[in-house]
C-alpha cells in the first residue's frame, strides 16, 4: 500500500475531510490531495505532524515494504580498500556495498582532494537526498542555497541533493562516508553515475 493510500485510508478512518486534516496538521489541501493520489511525498517533519494530527502512530503512514523471498537474507560485503573507484574532479569514489539488486540506498567513501573554486564540474546535483559523515580531515560543502559549510572529522549533514553542491577540502584531503537515497532503481542510478563522468581509477 502506497503512502496515498495509507494517508487516505487514515484519515477516512478518522472521519476528517482534507480540509478539516489541512487545518489540523497546516498543510495545505492541495498537497494532500497530491499525496493521496501519488502526485507527492511527505518529509519526515510533515509525516510526523500528520500522524499526530490522525492520533496514529506515524509507522501507519509507511507502506511496509515488499516482501521477496529470501530479502531477509540478503546482505553485502565491501572489504578494506574493495570497492570500485572512479576518479571525478579531483575526487575518488569507492562504491561500498553495491552488488545488490534494488537498492534504495547508494553508498560510498569519498576522498575529497579538490580545492575551490574547483572545475567546472565540481558542482553536481541529482534526484533524492545525500548524507555525509566526516571521516577523516576538514571539508567544506558549498550549495547554491547556503553559505559554504565546513564540516570536520565527526561532523554530519543531510540535504535535498537536487541542490548543486560540491565538497572542497579544506585540509589536505578529507574522507567521507556518504549514502544517496534513489528510491528502488538504485543499482541503475549507480551504473548511470559510473556512466556519466566517473571513470575507473587507475591501480598504482
Given at each position: ?133 566526516v571521516l577523516k580531515g576538514k571539508v567544506a560543502l558549498h ?62
Amino acid at each position: 500500500m502506497s503512502l496515498g493510500e495509507q494517508l487516505r485510508q487514515a484519515r477516512q478512518k478518522a472521519q476528517l475531510s482534507l480540509r478539516e486534516l489541512s487545518a489540523r496538521a497546516g498543510i495545505s489541501i492541495a498537497k494532500l490531495s497530491k499525496v493521496e493520489n501519488g502526485l507527492a511525498t511527505l518529509r519526515h517533519p510533515e509525516l510526523l505532524t500528520l500522524a499526530e494530527a490522525l492520533a496514529v502512530p506515524a509507522t501507519a503512514l509507511l507502506a511496509p515494504p515488499t516482501l521477496v523471498p529470501g530479502a531477509g537474507a540478503r546482505r553485502a560485503v565491501t572489504r578494506a580498500d574493495g570497492g570500485r573507484k572512479f576518479e571525478h574532479s579531483h575526487r575518488t569514489y569507492e562504491m561500498l556495498c553495491s552488488e545488490l539488486s534494488g537498492q534504495s540506498n547508494l553508498f560510498w567513501r569519498v576522498t575529497v582532494r579538490d580545492k575551490p573554486p574547483g572545475g567546472e564540474d565540481a558542482f553536481v546535483s541529482h534526484p533524492g537526498e545525500e548524507f555525509v559523515y566526516v571521516l577523516k580531515g576538514k571539508v567544506a560543502l558549498h550549495t547554491d542555497a547556503y553559505e559554504p559549510l565546513v564540516l570536520a572529522a565527526g561532523d554530519s549533514v543531510l540535504f535535498d541533493a537536487q541542490t548543486r553542491h560540491a565538497y572542497f577540502a579544506v585540509s589536505r584531503e578529507a574522507v567521507l562516508l556518504m549514502s544517496n537515497t534513489v528510491g528502488e532503481d538504485g543499482a541503475q542510478v549507480q551504473g548511470e553515475a559510473a556512466r556519466a563522468g566517473l571513470r575507473p581509477k587507475r591501480k598504482r
